[in-house]
């Protein structure tokens, strides 16, 4: 087996409450392979965005170790995470968190803008990438003119501005009905055969994500792979 891009090793994350120590995720093993798609499902507050968190240095376990390909970030500084995310992560969220004030088209654009791109190059860029999901019809639309479905598509899109290795995506279609759903994740399985994108994405969807490579479950914080 080659060298996993994105591995933890008995990672655990535990919270205090009050007293009490509340344990959401117990020694978890999880590798993640150049290219591969992944989902997460779990019922409600089962820990899948903290695990998503962990995985993504946006936030420390409790316990564990973290590794990119042979490197371990498990005490990386703010800094360096911070850099490791910009230069290899795309992430995608529930809800779109795009700038509402902004278009489509300056919404992709401006990561690359404060990366220090030309604005033209940037708008180029982003303009490509929101015709590649289908929105090339809509690039001077802000986002309250736009779908559901639509939205998350620029967020997918601005994802990707930076050609990320990995794309973490914490319920991207939580908010969609079933069409549009099913085609953010046509859209994500596209991307991914062109790109060779590897993606985790957490749902609490089963029917969702048995289209995908391979589907892990977390369960009172322990995650195993996908009963058949
Ligand atoms: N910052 C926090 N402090 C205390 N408890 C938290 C915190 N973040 C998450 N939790 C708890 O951890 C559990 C898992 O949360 P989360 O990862 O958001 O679940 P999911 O994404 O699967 O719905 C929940 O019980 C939640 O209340
Ligand atoms: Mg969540």
Same mark, same amino acid.
């Given at each position: 087996?080659?060298?996993?891009l994105l591995?933890?090793?008995? $990672?655990?994350?535990?919270?205090?409450?009050?007293?009490?120590?509340?344990?959401?995720?117990?020694?978890?093993?999880?590798?993640?392979?150049?290219?591969?798609?992944?989902?997460?499902?779990?019922?409600?507050?089962?820990?899948?965005?903290?695990?998503?968190?962990?995985?993504?240095?946006?936030?420390?376990?409790?316990?564990?170790?973290?590794f990119y390909k042979?490197d371990?970030m498990?005490?990386?500084?703010?800094?360096?995470?911070?850099?490791w995310?910009?230069?290899n992560?795309?992430?995608?969220?529930?809800?779109?968190?795009? $700038?509402?004030?902004?278009?489509?088209?300056?919404?992709?654009?401006?990561?690359?803008?404060?990366?220090?791109?030309?604005?033209?190059?940037?708008?180029?860029?982003?303009?490509?990438? $929101?015709?590649?999901?289908?929105?090339?019809?809509?690039?001077?639309?802000?986002?309250?003119?736009?779908?559901?479905?639509?939205?998350?598509?620029?967020?997918?899109?601005?994802?990707?501005?930076?050609?990320?290795?990995?794309?973490?995506?914490?319920?991207?279609?939580?908010?969609?009905?079933?069409?549009?759903?099913?085609?953010?994740?046509?859209?994500?399985?596209?991307?991914?055969?062109?790109?060779?994108?590897?993606?985790?994405?957490?749902?609490?969807?089963?029917?969702?994500?048995?289209?995908?490579?391979?589907?892990?479950?977390?369960?009172?914080?322990?995650?195993?792979?996908?009963?058949?």
């Amino acid at each position: 087996m080659t060298d996993a891009l994105l591995r933890c090793s008995k $990672l655990s994350k535990s919270y205090q409450d009050g007293n009490n120590e509340v344990t959401v995720l117990k020694d978890i093993d999880f590798n993640l392979q150049a290219g591969e798609m992944v989902a997460v499902v779990g019922t409600s507050g089962s820990g899948k965005s903290t695990l998503l968190h962990l995985l993504g240095g946006l936030d420390k376990a409790s316990g564990g170790q973290l590794f990119y390909k042979t490197d371990e970030m498990t005490h990386w500084k703010a800094d360096k995470l911070a850099q490791w995310r910009n230069q290899n992560l795309g992430f995608v969220y529930q809800f779109h968190h795009l $700038l509402p004030e902004f278009s489509a088209l300056e919404n992709v654009a401006m990561p690359q803008m404060i990366a220090g791109k030309s604005p033209a190059e940037a708008k180029r860029q982003a303009k490509q990438l $929101l015709a590649r999901v289908g929105l090339e019809h809509r690039l001077s639309h802000r986002p309250a003119q736009l779908s559901g479905g639509e939205r998350q598509r620029v967020a997918i899109a601005r994802a990707f501005v930076n050609k990320p290795q990995i794309v973490l995506a914490d319920e991207p279609t939580g908010n969609l009905d079933g069409e549009a759903a099913e085609s953010i994740y046509q859209l994500m399985l596209e991307l991914n055969k062109e790109t060779n994108t590897a993606f985790i994405v957490v749902t609490h969807d089963l029917h969702l994500a048995e289209q995908l490579q391979r589907v892990e479950v977390l369960k009172n914080g322990v995650l195993h792979k996908e009963e058949d």
